[in-house]
T-cell receptor, first 112, second 115 residues
Framework: ETGVTQSPTHLIKTRGQQVTLRCSSQ?????VSWYQQALGQGPQFIFQ???????GRGNFPPRFSGLQFPNYSSELNVNALELDDSALYLC???????????FGPGTRLTVL | AQTVTQSQPEMSVQEAETVTLSCTYD???????LFWYKQPPSRQMILVIR??????QNATENRFSVNFQKAAKSFSLKISDSQLGDTAMYFC????????????FGQGTELSVKP
């Protein structure tokens, strides 16, 4: 059984650029959730995808968008990057929405 | 809105001893889950233990157990026989049962296990 994987591990961008982060869910899981974790803080929920549809969203602006593919992998896209977007981005997969979430290793994004 | 509070930013414990991490939460919901996750320096968030609110029995997983007090909205984690590998940030998290999976995290407790 393969766990949750994320790519890339680290990423450096400049303000105003766009970024795409990727996540492969654990085998058999059809739900993917994305979280932003600022340094020294707990993770904050961005949104969740269930069977390719957005299934809940946190307090993040529309420049944070996502996709889920038929194989249940997912992308997080952030447009017009701001310095405050610098954070660890965590992806988690679960068998269904309201179920235990298993996390990937995260992508560290630095915006200069 | 639900909130999760961890009042201990840092704790330390000697190897082989027992430590308890505190968590309180605020909700008007009756059906929900509570979790403890561990985040070592490697950054990966690892599930430690899960509790369903409708279950009165406290969850246990080997050396990890919880004290779930629903009326007091308290959910503490006890780690017995602490090991060096338990050194990590520990996050308490809440999820409404019918919301579709949004986890609400506390601010975390940094636990150091000393030899």
């Amino acid at each position: 059984e393969t766990g949750v994987t994320q790519s890339p591990t680290h990423l450096i961008k400049t303000r105003g650029q766009q970024v795409t982060l990727r996540c492969s869910s654990q085998s058999g899981h059809n739900t993917v959730s994305w979280y932003q974790q600022a340094l020294g803080q707990g993770p904050q929920f961005i949104f969740q995808y269930y069977r390719e549809e957005e299934n809940g969203r946190g307090n993040f602006p529309p420049r944070f968008s996502g996709l889920q593919f038929p194989n249940y992998s997912s992308e997080l896209n952030v447009n017009a990057l701001e310095l405050d977007d610098s954070a660890l981005y965590l992806c988690a997969s679960s068998l269904t929405g309201p179920d235990t979430q298993y996390f990937g290793p995260g992508t560290r994004l630095t915006v200069l | 809105a639900q909130t999760v509070t961890q009042s201990q930013p840092e704790m330390s414990v000697q190897e082989a001893e027992t430590v308890t991490l505190s968590c309180t939460y605020d909700t008007s919901e009756n059906n929900y889950y509570l979790f403890w996750y561990k985040q070592p320096p490697s950054r990966q968030m690892i599930l430690v233990i899960r509790q369903e609110a409708y279950k009165q029995q406290n969850a246990t997983e080997n050396r990890f157990s919880v004290n779930f007090q629903k009326a007091a909205k308290s959910f503490s984690l006890k780690i017995s026989d602490s090991q060096l590998g338990d050194t990590a940030m520990y996050f308490c998290a809440f999820m409404k049962r019918n919301q579709g999976g949004k986890l609400i995290f506390g601010q975390g407790t940094e636990l150091s296990v000393k030899p």
